[in-house]
């Protein structure tokens, strides 16, 4: 028999026990335990598939924003997609996926993100890869800068609030970044276990030109100072922040911070000594095509026409023909055109990130088109790398 599937929020107490215990066992206590990150993003936020009744599965979706062309796109990230052992293989995550989409559509959400475990499963409903996730890291005795431009400003009482200002100025600038969530905002400025966050504004107290907050951490590679976020907004705040971890170097071995494929941070060191230690591609749903094109930011010198064929399996108000017009950096969308630019829904994803040109989808069988449709598809979609600096 075909298992039959109901998707919901959680309802009861008991849910919210089971559904922490279904976290625990999936992601080796590494949430902080039963039910210790459902109280944090909000039992409001989570969704649960049951079978005949039982409960067993569920995720936490998180309601946001990401920054695209200048302009913030709303963004529900999906996290913790988690399914009892006993139930995996019987068509439960899918299920989950697609109602938890079909609800995000209806509310007119235009995009979703998420990290894979595996791609097959969110690939199977829309999702594809959209920007980059990496770690960086130097030796501090190979950072090399000892001028330090500007003073720093030890946050005695650490209250991610008071970041907030800075961290949008940067965030509008950078391809991908996100407008967070609360809870990913309060999980930077909570240490782990046995470990302490610090924080420093960088520049004038009353008008700062950036932050940085760090733990340090012993590794079996020998102490380390790991950047859990930072903003820096002028030469002179990140000469700053590099002199600043260069006068650990008598106590720690390593930094390791956030940033994306191509770090210009590493531009101002002296050599090239900073090597990527991890990497990894998060995905992008196109929920609501309309919303998700005409939401966004583009180069504010191009004036252009985009005809689109766009196929949905799942959800039916994004098939059809579109035409994007593109005008002093705005998109409008209208129903038809000659559909030049044929593609899934899914490779829809790196085209609007540009993680890939038109040019490589192409050649990669993701997407048809003319020379035409390519040709304006990359003026329209050109940008930076695409990279956010929070996993979630």
Request: net charge neutral; glycine share 10%.
């Amino acid at each position: 028999m075909t298992p039959q599937f109901k998707y919901s929020t959680l309802a009861h107490p008991q849910d919210i026990q089971r559904l922490g215990s279904i976290f625990d066992q999936c992601f080796v206590n590494a949430l902080g335990g039963e039910g210790v990150y459902i109280n944090q993003i909000g039992v409001e936020n989570c969704r649960i598939i049951r079978e005949s009744e039982q409960l067993i599965g569920g995720l936490a979706t998180l309601d946001m924003g990401q920054w695209w062309g200048g302009e913030r796109v709303p963004m529900t990230g999906i996290a913790v997609v988690g399914i009892a052992p006993e139930y995996r293989g019987s068509g439960g995550a899918i299920a989950l996926m697609q109602n938890t989409l079909q609800e995000l559509y209806a509310r007119g959400i235009p995009l979703s993100a998420l990290y894979p475990a595996v791609q097959g499963l969110y690939r199977k409903v829309g999702y594809e890869q959209g920007g980059s996730w990496y770690i960086w890291e130097v030796a501090t005795n190979a950072i090399g800068l000892r001028q330090q431009p500007l003073p720093l400003q030890p946050v005695a009482s650490i209250n991610h609030q008071v970041f907030h200002e800075l961290y949008q100025k940067q965030a509008k600038l950078t391809h991908g970044y996100l407008d967070r969530h609360p809870a990913i905002w309060e999980r930077l400025v909570q240490a782990d276990k046995n470990e302490i966050a610090y924080a420093y504004f960088i520049g004038a107290k009353d008008q700062p030109e950036g932050y940085i907050i760090f733990t340090q951490q012993r590794t079996q590679d020998g102490e380390i100072i790991f950047v859990k976020d930072w903003v820096l907004r002028t030469v002179e705040a990140v000469q700053t922040f590099w002199s600043f971890l260069a006068t650990h170097r008598s106590q720690i071995q390593r930094v390791r911070w956030k940033s994306s494929a191509i770090d210009t941070l590493t531009l101002v060191l002296p050599e090239q000594t900073a090597k990527i230690s991890t990497q990894f591609r998060w995905l992008l749903r196109i929920v609501d095509v309309v919303k998700a094109l005409e939401m966004r930011g583009y180069p504010s010198g191009i004036q252009a026409e985009l005809h689109l064929d766009i196929q949905d399996n799942l959800l039916d108000g994004n098939n059809g023909k579109f035409i994007l017009s593109v005008t002093n950096g705005r998109g409008e969308v209208k129903k038809g055109g000659l559909g030049e630019l044929q593609l899934d829904v899914r490779e829809l994803a790196p085209l609007y990130t540009n993680l890939f040109t038109p040019y490589h989808l192409q050649i990669a069988g993701k997407l048809y088109g003319t020379q035409t449709a390519i040709s304006a598809a990359t003026q329209i979609f050109a940008g930076a790398s695409p990279w956010v600096a929070d996993f979630f």
